[in-house]
């Protein structure tokens, strides 16, 4: 049972880049997230799905895209990477919307 | 709406003594309360969580909070500071009719002195 997990663990891109960070889970959850955490800050919501096939937008969308194809996986894309998206991000998941989120390890991203 | 401001963003303690981290929050409903804990270059676990039943928690390794809403404050308190408990601390709040979404302090980092 490895829980949640988290590809790739750290990424460095040049800005106008495009990426892909891939979110697993094996805890058959309905639910998962996408976070980013910055120095001095707590996490932030990017996106979240509360099913396979649906997505919705958090406190922080702007620049990212979501896809939620199937249940167990959840996709967050960078199309144009900017210096201001340098940052730790967290996939999590829950089985339902009052339940406790499980966390990935994170990846550590950073735009040149 | 609802936030949460974690009032030290450092806390220093010898090993042995107490621990006091503090959280207050904001919300327009009744809230469910967490604490969660991140060690260096690590994943967040979940420490303790409040949802409305006692107002005292228990979490692991030895941590507890207390909820006190007439002082809308939810402290992480540990009898003895080991060298292990080193870490940042999250005090996070969901509540209100988005439930779920989690709303995040900025964090409180421990430092434990031998």
């Known amino acids: 049972n490895a829980g949640v997990t988290q590809t790739p663990k750290f990424r460095v891109l040049k800005t106008g880049q495009s990426m892909t960070l891939l979110c697993a889970q094996d805890?058959?959850?309905?639910?998962m997230y996408w976070y980013r955490q910055d120095p001095g800050m707590g996490l932030r919501l990017i996106h979240y799905?509360?099913?396979?096939?649906?997505?919705a937008k958090g406190e922080v969308p702007d620049g990212y895209n979501v896809s939620r194809l199937k249940k167990q996986n959840f996709l967050l894309g960078l199309e144009s990477a900017a210096p201001s998206q340098t940052s730790v991000y967290f996939c999590?998941?829950?089985?339902?919307?009052?339940?406790?989120?499980?966390f990935g390890p994170g990846t550590r991203l950073t735009v040149t | 709406a609802q936030s949460v401001t974690q009032l030290d963003s450092h806390v220093s303690v010898s090993e042995g003594t107490p621990v006091l981290l503090r959280c207050n929050y904001s919300?327009?409903?009744?809230?469910?309360l967490f604490w969660y804990v991140q060690h260096p270059n690590k994943g967040l676990q979940l420490l303790l969580k409040?949802?409305?039943?006692a107002t005292l928690v228990k979490g692991i390794n030895g941590f507890e909070a207390e909820f006190k809403k007439s002082e809308t404050s939810f402290h992480l308190t540990k009898p003895s500071a080991h060298m292990s408990d080193a870490a940042e601390y999250f005090c996070?709040?969901?509540?209100?009719?988005?439930?779920?979404?989690?709303?995040w302090g900025a964090g409180t980092k421990l430092i434990i002195k031998p």
């Open positions: 999590a998941s829950s089985y339902n919307r009052v339940h406790e989120q499980y």
């Open positions: 996070v709040v969901r509540g209100g009719d988005s439930n779920y979404q989690l709303i």
């Open positions: 799905s509360v099913g396979e096939g649906t997505t």
């Open positions: 805890m058959n959850h309905e639910y």
């Open positions: 409040y949802t409305s039943a």
């Open positions: 919300s327009s409903y009744s809230p469910s």
